[in-house]
Nanobody, 117 residues
Framework: QVQLVESGGGLVQAGGSLRLSCAASGGTFSRYTMGWFRQAPGKEREFVAAIRWSGASTYYADSVKGRFTISRDNAKNTVYLQMNSLKPEDTAIYYC??????????WGQGTQVTVSS
């Protein structure tokens, strides 16, 4: 059983930056593809970014491409999401997920990101 704990959310003005972290425990972190997802009020959860186990391959939603960067440190069992040039439409609860590509087996509890205009 893998436990995921997100941190780093908060309130930021449009154009600002935040760095989210997701710390994993209870499993072999380096085996998992890790992803970030988000859910805005009244909307379904959507994919944001993912990174393969080695960190060599990353994938992004079109809406965040060029602004967000996903990375991981397997020695620290942590995945990061650097978010730059934030927009009000990025406001959501951000969730970390772990699993195989295309299938999330474990979820964190989420961290709130609010971008003011």
């Amino acid at each position: 059983q893998v436990q995921l704990v997100e941190s780093g959310g908060g309130l930021v003005q449009a154009g600002g930056s935040l760095r989210l972290s997701c710390a994993a425990s209870g499993g072999t972190f380096s085996r998992y593809t890790m992803g970030w997802f988000r859910q805005a009020p009244g909307k379904e959860r959507e994919f944001v970014a993912a990174i393969r186990w080695s960190g060599a391959s990353t994938y992004y939603a079109d809406s965040v491409k060029g602004r967000f960067t996903i990375s991981r440190d397997n020695a620290k069992n942590t995945v990061y999401l650097q978010m730059n040039s934030l927009k009000p439409e990025d406001t959501a609860i951000y969730y970390c997920g772990a699993g195989a590509w295309g299938k999330i087996d474990y979820w964190g509890q989420g961290t709130q990101v609010t971008v003011s205009s």
